[in-house]
């Protein structure tokens, strides 16, 4: 079964909070998790000057530790938070969208044979 850490979202429209959870990939967003990791409540409340995140760093580590795969959202929370190191495994990898990918800088003078494989020719 792939676990994935992910947010829930809870609460009123326009006081959200956010539950981190290692939930069941396949399920959806909302549904029962297999634990309760964290709390993330992005509003500022009066006198706080910063954002509120409660989370338990051993279950992460825990979860990370046996593969399970975080979010795009949770991985820039944990970064933040310096739970995870910015270079780690699980940032996505960033892709130049002006040049493409690198099978794409093929030569423009090599000819492509029926299997697929740039081949030059003098």
């Known amino acids: 079964m792939p676990v994935r850490l992910r ?18 990939q396949r399920t959806r967003r909302d549904a ?3 634990e309760l990791l964290g709390i993330y409540d992005p509003a500022l409340k009066l006198g706080d000057t910063h954002k509120t995140v409660k989370w338990s760093v051993d279950r992460i580590k825990y979860w990370l530790g046996v593969g399970a795969l975080p979010s795009k959202s ?5 970064e933040r938070g310096g739970v995870l190191p910015p270079d780690s495994k699980y940032h996505p990898k960033v892709s130049d969208p002006k040049f493409g990918t ?17 081949s ?3």
């Open 32 to 34: 029962k998790p297999m």
């Open 102 to 118: 690198e099978s794409s800088k093929d030569s423009p003078s090599g000819s492509t044979s029926s299997s697929g494989m740039t």
């Open 120 to 122: 030059a020719t003098s």
């Open 7 to 24: 947010m829930a979202m809870h609460g009123r429209r326009h006081n959200r909070i956010f539950h981190l959870v290692a939930i069941n």
């Open 74 to 78: 949770v991985v820039k929370l944990l």
